[in-house]
């Protein structure tokens, strides 16, 4: 408990990083996330301005993307990151790998919310006259809602266990703090509370998501 106490300025420290990570990461990822993935439902075979060829070509990037493992895209967008921050270590520079893997991630559950529900309501506002923006913004976002809240706490979610690997590269926060004291110094009892601390944070974002995520429910 000693131990504890010692570090609890550099715990609070790392809790702090962690925040910024996925304060800036996950509103990034739903700011541009969100139209990536209604461009997606748009232009695919099927929808409401079909356009093949370029949805082939998006929707793999997409994947290719979002399927490639996180530590791998860290190292690999190296460059990249430290053209847009400068730097290849630190909170910052973790950010950059964080949000490129959840713009597509995130997109992807926009595309699937959208598409489950159907075409009725498509359908009915077409027929009425409405735009094409009018269908998406009054239409299908609306519908959509409660599934995209469900998806942005899936995506945080998902996004808190990835922003501690990025310790591994010294890129600040909770899982640095684990590997540094834990792993490197055997120090159990440290790495045990940055656990319970992630396990905290995980329930304490799966809560709020899901009652803002039934709120928004007009079914419910």
Known sequence: MQRILELQPELVQALLETFVMIGVAIPLAVLLGTPLGVWLFVHAPGGIAPSPRSHAVVSGLVNAVRSFPFLILL????????????????????IVPLTVNAIPYFAR??????????????????????????????????DA???????ITITTVSFISYSAMVGLVGGGGIGDFAIRYGYYRY???????????????????????GRLSRLADKRV
Do not use: C
Not at 114 to 141: H, P, Y
Not at 145 to 151: A, D, E, K
Not at 195 to 201: N, S, T, W
């Open 145 to 151: 809602r409660p599934g995209l809240i469900g998806s």
């Open 109 to 142: 559950l926009v595309e699937q919310n959208i598409s489950q529900l159907g075409t009725g309501a498509v359908e009915a506002s077409r027929a009425m006259g409405a735009t094409r923006r009018q269908i998406i913004r009054n239409v299908l976002l609306v």
């Open 187 to 209: 120090e159990t009892a440290v790495m045990l509370v940055a656990i319970v601390l992630m396990l905290a944070l995980v329930s304490l974002v799966q809560w709020g998501g």
């Open 75 to 94: 190292i690999a967008i190296i460059p990249f990151t430290r053209l847009i921050v400068g730097t290849t270590v630190g909170t910052a520079a973790a």
